[in-house]
């Protein structure tokens, strides 16, 4: 069992940056592929990027790419998504996910809530 916690969330003006963290524990590390999916009110959970466990390279959305990195650090078991030049579509519940193979989704986080105000 993989456990995630999410943090970071919060209201920002549009054009402005916001970090989100993702603290997992229950499996090493190394082990899993990380992910951040985002869900507007009234909206389907969509992908923002991966970090794959087997290659180790960064996806993005076309939506955030540019303006969002997503990282990782082995040492402290945490992923993290710095978003730059947040618009107010950016607002949505921020959920990381972990797989046991790079196209999995098998562990998810609670969320944590950003808001871009415009």
């Known amino acids: 069992q993989v456990q995630l916690v999410e943090s970071g969330g919060g209201l920002v003006q549009a054009g402005g940056s916001l970090r989100l963290s993702c603290a997992a524990s229950g499996r090493p590390f190394t082990s899993l592929t990380m992910n951040w999916y985002r869900q507007a009110l009234g909206k389907q959970r969509e992908f923002v990027a991966r970090?794959?466990?087997?290659?180790?390279?960064?996806y993005y959305a076309d939506s955030v790419k540019g303006r969002f990195t997503m990282s990782k650090d082995n040492a402290k078991n945490t992923v993290y998504l710095q978003m730059n030049s947040l618009r107010a579509e950016d607002t949505a519940v921020y959920y990381c996910?972990?797989?046991?193979?790079?196209?999995?989704?098998?562990?998810w986080g609670q969320g944590t809530q950003v808001t871009g105000s415009s």
């Open positions: 970090i794959t466990r087997s290659t180790r390279t960064t």
């Open positions: 996910a972990a797989g046991l193979t790079d196209g999995a989704l098998d562990y």
